[in-house]
């Protein structure tokens, strides 16, 4: 177990090279570089000026419709028989995810170093909606590339985001998922590198993005341990969030890391089982740890370090690799990480919606299912918060699909 | 002295500037790097940038994915392609060879056993896009003890004052990526390269390659004016896909655009 002194360190990481203890830091190519100083500058400078600070929590309540509710799932939690559930109702901000916290943010940083173009990836299409979203409200252009196989299957999401004005770039090299989207991403970056912001939506990345996104997010697990203290009178005993890079959980976690009591478990996508290989899901599988996309971080790679094709029925998790910030909780023995089978979330996605009539995000949904298997064995007083970090509506099409229903 | 510096004082004695063709290890397969590039030296290649395939290649424009593609089907990993440079030096101990590619590959065998390794088959230098010199003072050390030069890029976006922090770290020469962008992309501004050179040497005495955007004999030759190497990879990755199917004639037909691009720099 960490200890105190190690818990206050772990808060006020990263360093100032953007190590998380030996993962993070800035592994990109020479021509990102002086891109990503000038963000880092400009980030560190606007983080702490109270104009910027107004304008974020302005736009958080009145756009987003922040605070979002802390949800006490009683039926749910009584069915259970263990622990009381409650819900962090991600899903209810504007354009249904956690995602737009963080791209308020990084749009509000284009707007100030006055980029007229704003470039994401995208898996599950939540990120691309929210960067299509204040980019059409702040008057940018918006590139999203998002993989051929995710279009295919989140293709309401990419609609929305042509709707919202955003040019969607199938990305047809390697899996043709969110990893390969990221690798397009950064080569429009290094092209257009003078006039385009790239909104990276998950805490991974080279510095400074796993810091700044986690900045952005952490907005979730403050107002949670807020709302937690205010209805329940103490704090949680465990959180619970899924875990693709890991945005939602580092913004949920964060707040907490000091609150040694506080249990931290992250969810990661267990595809078709740890077992078979085919997952999305290297801190649970114990994969070595690697570099790709801009960071060290624990990776899925073969021996010969060529990165591994991720399986999960949710695109937002199918990713090989994970937020450098996670790779160190799980190292230091703050937090711990799990995974769940799609089979698995795809129960807690319809349990969910049968007896709370919440309908979760395939994500959200891993987290759920880790949250029903653990309240069981916990005992009535207890308190498990779980982030539930997307709305459902954008899997429906996959859902029915499984249950041979073709719109 | 380094096969490299030594190779860069050779030349520059004789007033000539270094070829240094960029193919990738592996593609289409394996059987087809040695012969490449033994081709590639009998057409006045000078250096040899050997691409290590990898399965996310970030830097690169879609020629250059689609060559690691195409050798990762054939399952080419780190350690075939440095079996591939010891059969090189079987025959030739003195045209140095540089792997380029990506850290991954590198961090998974292990930065030590990778040095080992590559002393032992006559590599002599690497060129690892995605590690700058901030991440790699473990990396600069063993490879420093394997006598491996840590060839750096340089951008156009990087500022005077990093140029010369990187020029510290490196050895062999300094790679100048003369475009923005990835790979094969745009085509580049000789007189804006130029003005980019004299900057960086007012930081440091290494020789300066300049590769990205050099696809013809008039834009090898052109940068042959202003810089000490002229470094080419997309038009001969292009070259080797063409005949993917026809693989016997690949060394002939790469080989002859790196000769006509040397006579072009020779004139």
Request: charged residues 20%; aromatic residues 6%.
């Amino acid at each position: 177990m960490p200890t105190k002194e190690d818990l206050a360190i772990a808060k006020q990481m990263p360093d100032a090279g953007g190590h998380f203890g030996q993962f993070g830091g800035r592994y990109v190519s020479e021509t990102l570089m002086a891109a990503l100083q000038q963000l880092e500058q400009t980030y560190e400078k606007l983080w702490r000026d109270p104009q910027f600070q107004a304008e974020f929590d302005r736009d958080l309540a009145h756009y987003v419709g922040r605070p979002s509710p802390l949800y006490h799932a009683e039926r749910l939690s009584r069915e259970l028989g263990g622990a009381q559930i409650y819900l962090k109702r991600e899903d209810l901000n504007h354009t249904g995810a956690h995602k737009v916290n963080n791209t308020i943010g990084q749009a509000l940083l284009a707007k100030f170093t006055g980029k007229p173009r704003v470039s994401a990836e995208t898996g599950a299409g939540q990120h691309g909606v929210a960067s299509a979203t204040v980019a059409a409200r702040l008057g940018l252009e918006c590139t999203v590339y998002m993989g051929e196989e995710d279009i295919r299957r989140q293709a309401l999401n990419v609609y929305r985001m042509k709707l919202l004005g955003a040019e969607v770039v199938s990305v047809k090299s390697g899996t043709r998922t969110l990893k390969d989207a990221m690798n397009e991403a950064m080569r429009d970056w290094v092209t257009n590198v003078d006039n385009t912001f790239y909104i990276i939506g998950t805490a991974a990345g080279p510095h400074p993005y796993p810091k700044l996104v986690r900045d952005f997010q952490s907005i979730i697990g403050r107002e949670a341990r807020q709302q937690c203290l205010t209805q329940t009178g103490k704090l949680p005993d465990v959180l619970i969030a899924c875990v693709g890079g890991g945005s939602n959980a580092i913004g949920l976690f964060h707040p907490f890391i000091e609150d040694a009591d506080v249990r931290m478990v992250g969810v990661e996508a267990g595809g078709y089982g740890i077992e078979t290989g085919q997952h999305a899901a290297p801190l649970s599988a114990g994969s070595r740890p690697g570099v790709l996309h801009g960071n060290r971080t624990s990776l899925m790679s073969d021996e010969g370090g060529q990165v591994i094709g991720t399986h999960s029925v949710s695109a937002g998790l199918d990713y090989p690799g994970v937020g450098p910030e996670h790779a160190y909780l799980k190292e230091i023995g703050r937090a711990e990480y799990t995974a769940i089978n799609d089979d698995e979330a795809l129960h807690a996605f319809r349990h969910l919606t049968l007896t709370e009539g919440i309908m979760p995000a395939l994500e959200s949904s891993h987290a759920v299912a880790e949250a029903m298997k653990m309240a069981p064995t916990m005992d009535k007083d207890q308190i498990i918060v779980v982030n539930l970090s997307g709305r459902g509506d954008k899997d429906i099409h996959t859902v029915a699909e499984i249950d041979g229903i073709n719109f | 002295m380094s096969r490299i510096t030594e190779s860069f004082n050779n030349l520059k004695s004789q007033g000539r500037k270094a070829l240094i063709p960029y193919v990738t290890a592996g593609d289409p397969e394996p059987k087809v790097t040695v012969p490449l590039m033994h081709a590639l030296v009998e057409s006045g290649a000078d250096i040899i940038e050997l691409g290590v395939p990898f399965s996310d290649p970030m830097a690169d424009g879609p020629v250059i994915q689609l060559a690691c593609e195409r050798a990762l089907l054939h399952g080419t990993r780190l350690i075939d392609v440095l079996d591939m440079v010891a059969e090189f030096r079987q025959t030739n101990q003195t045209t140095p060879v540089v792997l380029m590619g990506y850290l991954n590959p590198i961090e998974v065998m292990g930065y030590a056993a990778f040095a080992d390794k590559a002393k032992a088959v006559g590599l002599d230098g690497v060129l690892t896009v995605d590690l700058p010199p901030e991440e790699a003072h473990e990396f600069n050390r063993l490879m420093k003890a394997s006598d491996i030069d840590v060839i750096y890029l340089l951008a156009p976006t990087t500022e005077p004052a990093r140029v010369e922090k990187i020029c510290a770290a490196g050895s062999g020469y300094v790679y100048y990526v003369s475009v923005k962008g990835v790979t094969g992309s745009a085509s580049l501004d000789v007189a804006e390269v130029a003005e980019k050179l004299n900057i960086i040497r007012q930081h440091t005495d290494m020789p300066v390659g300049v590769g990205f955007g050099i696809r013809d004999d008039a834009s090898a030759r052109a940068i042959s004016e202003v810089a000490d190497g002229v470094i080419v990879g997309s038009v001969l990755v292009n070259k080797v896909a063409e005949l993917a199917g026809n693989q016997a004639l690949i060394p002939e037909a790469v080989a002859a655009i790196t000769a006509s691009m040397r006579q072009a720099m020779d004139k």
